[in-house]
């Protein structure tokens, strides 16, 4: 099996930004996507200040 190397995450609420800070922290190039731009900037904020 292939390991990841690229991951989407569809919201970045708690559950989300979770998932993508993991992911990054392993090596893991990530996008994430969100619905408004309001949402957008809470997921930055919860990941850029965790």
């Keep these: 099996m292939d390991p990841v190397a690229r991951l989407g995450v569809v919201g970045c ?3 989300g930004s979770g998932v993508a800070e993991v ?3 392993h090596g893991i190039d990530v996008r994430v996507a969100e619905a408004t731009p309001d949402a957008v900037e809470a997921g930055r904020r ?3 200040d965790a």
């Design 23 to 25: 992911a990054v922290r």
């Design 46 to 48: 919860r990941l850029y």
């Design 13 to 15: 609420g708690l559950m």
